[in-house]
């Protein structure tokens, strides 16, 4: 449903998922909360007030109307001076091709940019790119992002997970052809694909969800995504051939497997050292897959298998919050589109074999 200030919509029982137009901001909330915010953005002030008052019997509404105010209230973006700087010493580069599509990007040492070489290793060339090319240097205590030659943005070093989450999305862009306004979601999560069904695998950091996608992939699953799953306006996810990061402390999940029919790239980021793996076999496609199965991992060693759907409102508080929702109306309509159709499990595992026989009664 739509108003002029609100996109919203029931995600179960007792949850909607709202997005409020003039702020920018997603949230789940309550059906009482919702009635709430409704009233607030349809009414003045002082109408507002008289609500609450009739309604709620409230007699001093302050609280409310502050948080609802900040609700409303859009961040402001801090304008960036289109401004290049004079001969930045750019002494690193990484060239990688996709699809015969060749990209560069250029750096200094102020960024640890091995967490998207590692993604990208398997697809490594020895040529520079002069026409898809990105350049990233810091200056005043800010990375700043060129793309052939345009200035994207400036990070400060607490937020480079977003310049190079920007980075990934423009590479995206480019390799479906599809333009920014045509995407709906970046989510934090991996895909596999077998028999007409995909699955995207979500959990926290060492959940093991990534370790879990790569022992799918040995078992015949076809590797769509790693960490970055690329949602169009349509509900579809797009294939990314980029590679599976297992972390040192869930390499022991691994350890009595062989990997080699997959590419092998060992290097230290700023989460520490990480495998990077990617399946040998893997076609390269452009191509989108239909994904309506959500799995919250969970390994834990000797435990048996558990499985139980999850508690929707939990699961997307923090895939929202873990994630990036393109800001527009038509991207939101399509991300609750697909929230309302999609099924939800936690999973705890210690023996993929458990999640295969699963897998295969969907």
Same mark, same amino acid.
């Given at each position: 449903?739509?108003?002029?200030?609100?996109?919203?919509?029931?995600?179960?029982?007792?949850?909607?998922?709202?997005?409020?137009?003039?702020?920018?901001?997603?949230?789940?909330?309550?059906?009482?909360?919702?009635?709430?915010?409704?009233?607030?953005?349809?009414?003045?002030?002082?109408?507002?007030?008289?609500?609450?008052?009739?309604?709620?019997?409230?007699?001093?509404?302050?609280?409310?109307?502050?948080?609802?105010?900040?609700?409303?209230?859009?961040?402001?973006?801090?304008?960036?001076?289109?401004?290049?700087?004079?001969?930045?010493?750019?002494?690193?580069?990484?060239?990688?091709?996709?699809?015969?599509?060749?990209?560069?990007?250029?750096?200094?040492?102020?960024?640890?940019?091995?967490?998207?070489?590692?993604?990208?290793?398997?697809?490594?060339?020895?040529?520079?790119?002069?026409?898809?090319?990105?350049?990233?240097?810091?200056?005043?205590?800010?990375?700043?992002?060129?793309?052939?030659?345009?200035?994207?943005?400036?990070?400060?070093?607490?937020?480079?997970?977003?310049?190079?989450?920007?980075?990934?999305?423009?590479?995206?862009?480019?390799?479906?052809?599809?333009?920014?306004?045509?995407?709906?979601?970046?989510?934090?999560?991996?895909?596999?694909?077998?028999?007409?069904?995909?699955?995207?695998?979500?959990?926290?950091?060492?959940?093991?969800?990534?370790?879990?996608?790569?022992?799918?992939?040995?078992?015949?699953?076809?590797?769509?995504?790693?960490?970055?799953?690329?949602?169009?306006?349509?509900?579809?996810?797009?294939?990314?051939?980029?590679?599976?990061?297992?972390?040192?402390?869930?390499?022991? %999940?691994?350890? +009595?497997? =062989?990997? $080699?029919? @997959?590419?092998?790239?060992?290097? /230290?980021?700023?989460?520490? *050292? &990480?495998? #990077?793996?990617?399946?040998?076999?893997?076609?390269?496609?452009?191509?989108?897959?239909?994904?309506?199965?959500?799995?919250?991992?969970?390994?834990?060693?000797?435990?048996?298998?558990?499985?139980?759907?999850?508690?929707?409102?939990?699961?997307?508080?923090?895939?929202?919050?873990?994630?990036?929702? %393109?800001?527009? +109306?038509? =991207?939101? $309509?399509? @991300?609750?589109?697909?929230?309302? /159709?999609?099924?939800?499990? *936690? &999973?705890? #595992?210690?023996?993929?074999?458990?999640?295969?026989?699963?897998?295969?009664?969907?």
């Amino acid at each position: 449903m739509e108003n002029k200030s609100l996109i919203f919509d029931k995600i179960d029982d007792d949850n909607h998922l709202i997005y409020i137009k003039k702020s920018e901001k997603i949230l789940i909330v309550s059906d009482l909360n919702l009635s709430i915010i409704k009233k607030y953005f349809s009414k003045t002030k002082t109408e507002f007030k008289q609500f609450l008052k009739n309604k709620y019997k409230l007699k001093d509404s302050t609280h409310i109307l502050k948080d609802l105010s900040q609700l409303a209230k859009k961040e402001k973006n801090k304008s960036v001076k289109k401004k290049f700087l004079k001969n930045p010493i750019l002494s690193n580069k990484f060239s990688f091709e996709i699809e015969n599509s060749t990209y560069t990007i250029l750096h200094d040492d102020s960024v640890n940019m091995n967490d998207i070489f590692g993604q990208l290793n398997h697809l490594k060339i020895n040529k520079i790119s002069k026409n898809q090319c990105f350049m990233l240097y810091t200056k005043n205590k800010k990375t700043y992002l060129h793309y052939n030659n345009k200035l994207l943005g400036s990070w400060k070093l607490k937020e480079i997970h977003f310049l190079k989450g920007k980075i990934l999305s423009l590479i995206i862009y480019k390799y479906h052809n599809l333009d920014e306004k045509k995407w709906s979601a970046f989510l934090h999560g991996s895909i596999v694909h077998k028999s007409n069904k995909s699955f995207l695998l979500i959990g926290n950091s060492g959940s093991g969800k990534t370790s879990l996608a790569t022992l799918l992939v040995k078992h015949g699953f076809k590797l769509i995504c790693d960490d970055t799953a690329a949602m169009n306006n349509d509900g579809y996810f797009g294939h990314f051939p980029n590679a599976l990061s297992i972390k040192k402390s869930n390499s022991s %999940i691994l350890k +009595n497997y =062989s990997f $080699k029919n @997959f590419y092998q790239f060992n290097t /230290k980021t700023y989460k520490g *050292d &990480i495998t #990077y793996l990617y399946p040998k076999k893997n076609e390269i496609l452009r191509k989108f897959y239909s994904c309506n199965h959500v799995f919250k991992v969970k390994y834990n060693k000797n435990s048996d298998f558990k499985i139980s759907e999850s508690n929707k409102n939990e699961v997307l508080q923090e895939l929202v919050n873990d994630s990036f929702l %393109i800001r527009r +109306n038509k =991207s939101i $309509k399509s @991300f609750i589109k697909w929230v309302k /159709k999609v099924e939800f499990y *936690d &999973i705890i #595992y210690s023996n993929e074999e458990d999640v295969l026989d699963f897998i295969n009664t969907i």
